[in-house]
C-alpha cells in the first residue's frame, strides 16, 4: 500500500554507499526550499513595533546592520541544509542535516541581543542537543539492524519500531516541535520577520521529509 | 534480523546510561549544569554509534562528534551572552580577566631536535595521523622556542595556506570517484593536502597557546 510513497523514482545516482534518488516528492521539496533560501535572502528586514499597553504610544525596535546581516547569513545556510535534508537519500546524512538545521535556527535567533530572547534560544539549543541521541541512536539502530543507511535499500527492508519511533522524537525535539514546542514559543517574538519565518518554515518541511522516511521504512 | 548478543547487551546499557543523564537533566535547574549535562548526553549519542561497530559507523562517528560539539559551543556561547546581559542590566561592570604568565622552566631547556623529528615523521606518514604528528612538532617548537610575534596578515596567510591544502584534500577524494585511474595521484594530493592542513591549524593553535601562557594577548 505504502510503496512508492515519493512517487515513482525518476532517477538513481550510484555513489558508493550512499545512493542518492529522485522522487517528484523529493525534488519539488528541493526546489521549495531553494526558492524560499533565496526569497528569504533578498527579503528586506522588518521593524518591529510594540504597543505600549493602555496607552496611544508605540515603541519601535530598530535592528543594527551587523545583527541582520549574521541573521541573513544564517539564513542562507539553513536554507542549504534544508533543501540538502529534502533531496538526501541516506538516512545518517537527513539526521546530520536536520541537526544543522537545528544549530543555524539557533543561530537565527541567537544574533538578537535581549535577555528574553537568549533564554529562549538557551532552553531550544539545550532541547536541541537531547534530541541529537534519539536522532543519531535511530541512524545507528538502523545501520545495526538493517546493515545500511541507503533509504533506496531500506524500503525492501525492516527495521525495528524503536529506530522509527527514536528517529520521530529526535526530529521532534530537533524542530522544537510539539511535545517540545514550549522551548522554541518564546524564540518567535524577536524582531526581524523574514528571517523569523525561516525557523518555522524548515521545521514544518523537515517533519514534512520525516513523515515521509517514516512511511517508507 | 538476527542481532548480536554483545550489540544487544551494549545497547542496554547505552539507554540506560541515557536514561540516567535524562533523569539528572530533568531535576537540574542551574543552567550551567543542564549544559555540562547535555554535553554528557553527546557523549552517549557517540557510544550508540560506536556501539555498532562497523566500518561505516566508525566513520560516522566524526561528524556525529562534530555535530553535537558545535551545538554545545553555540549554546555556550549563548548561555555567556545571555548572562552577560544581564548583569549590564543590573549594572555590574565586568571586567576582562587577566592572566599572569605561568613561566614554566622546562619551556626554555628542552631540546628541539624533539620538534624536529616529529616534524619530519608526520611528514612521512601523511595524512592525518601525519598532520597531527607534524603539528604536535610545530606546537613544540612554537610553544618553546619561537619568539616572534604574529600580525594579522601572518594569521591570515596562514589560515588560506590550510583552507588552500583542505581543498586539495577534497580534490583528492573527488579524484578517486571521477577517474580511478589516476588514484596514486588523487592519494598523495588528498594525503599531502591534509598534512599541512592539519599541521598548519595545530601551529596557530599553538601561538595561542602561547601567548596565552605567557601572558600576552
Known amino acids: ?217 | 534480523m538476527e542481532l548480536s548478543e554483545a550489540y544487544q547487551f551494549g545497547m542496554i546499557i547505552a539507554m540506560g546510561a541515557a536514561f540516567i543523564t535524562f533523569l539528572g537533566f530533568a531535576r537540574e535547574k542551574r543552567d550551567l549544569h543542564r549544559l555540562v549535562i547535555s554535553d554528557m548526553v553527546a557523549g552517549i549519542t557517540l557510544v550508540i554509534v560506536a556501539i555498532v561497530g562497523t566500518d561505516l559507523a566508525e566513520c560516522l562517528i566524526l561528524p556525529t562528534l562534530v555535530v553535537s560539539v558545535a551545538e554545545v559551543l553555540a549554546i555556550a556561547e549563548i548561555l555567556i551572552h545571555k548572562e552577560e546581559l544581564k548583569l549590564r542590566e543590573e549594572g555590574v561592570i565586568i571586567s576582562t580577566p587577566n592572566y599572569s604568565p605561568l613561566g614554566i622552566e622546562v619551556f626554555q631547556s628542552s631540546s628541539i631536535i624533539v620538534a624536529l623529528i616529529l616534524i619530519i615523521y608526520g611528514a612521512i606518514l601523511t595524512g592525518f595521523t601525519g598532520g597531527a604528528v607534524a603539528g604536535v612538532g610545530m606546537v613544540y617548537y612554537l610553544l618553546t622556542r619561537w619568539d616572534g610575534k604574529i600580525t594579522k596578515d601572518f594569521w591570515d596567510g596562514i589560515s588560506s595556506v590550510s583552507g588552500i591544502a583542505w581543498t586539495l584534500w577534497l580534490v583528492g577524494f573527488l579524484l578517486f570517484f571521477i577517474v580511478p585511474e589516476f588514484w596514486l595521484f588523487a592519494l598523495f594530493l588528498s594525503g599531502g593536502g591534509l598534512v599541512v592542513k592539519v599541521a598548519t591549524k595545530f601551529g596557530l593553535i599553538g601561538i595561542e597557546g602561547r601567548d596565552s601562557m605567557r601572558g600576552e594577548s
Do not use: W
Open chain 1, 1 to 217: 500500500m505504502l510503496e512508492g510513497i515519493g512517487g515513482e523514482i525518476l532517477g538513481v545516482i550510484r555513489f558508493g554507499d550512499i545512493v542518492p534518488y529522485i522522487t517528484p516528492f523529493t525534488l519539488s521539496m528541493f526546489i521549495l526550499a531553494l526558492t524560499l533560501t533565496v526569497l528569504l535572502a533578498l527579503a528586506k528586514p522588518e521593524n518591529q513595533i510594540l504597543m505600549v499597553f493602555g496607552k496611544d504610544k508605540y515603541s519601535l525596535i530598530k535592528p543594527t546592520i551587523e545583527e541582520m546581516k549574521f541573521r541573513r547569513f544564517m539564513v542562507i545556510v539553513c536554507g542549504l541544509a534544508l533543501s540538502g535534508a529534502m533531496i538526501t537519500g541516506d538516512l545518517f546524512n537527513f539526521t546530520l542535516f536536520v541537526t544543522l538545521v537545528g544549530i543555524t535556527n539557533i543561530g537565527i535567533i541567537a544574533a538578537v541581543r535581549r535577555p528574553y530572547v537568549l533564554e529562549a534560544a538557551f532552553q531550544y539549543g539545550l532541547i536541541c542537543t537531547l534530541a541529537s541521541l534519539p536522532l543519531f541512536g535511530a541512524a545507528a539502530i538502523v545501520l545495526g539492524t538493517a546493515g545500511t543507511l541507503s533509504l533506496h535499500e531500506l524500503e525492501t527492508l525492516s527495521v525495528l519500531p524503536m529506530a522509527k519511533i527514536l528517529l520521530a522524537f529526535g526530529v521532534a525535539g530537533e524542530t522544537g516541535i510539539a511535545p517540545f514546542y514550549a522551548a522554541k514559543a518564546e524564540v518567535f517574538r524577536a524582531p526581524g520577520a523574514p528571517y523569523i519565518l525561516m525557523v518555522h518554515l524548515s521545521a514544518i518541511m523537515v517533519v514534512i521529509r520525516t513523515a515521509e522516511i517514516l512511511l517508507l521504512l
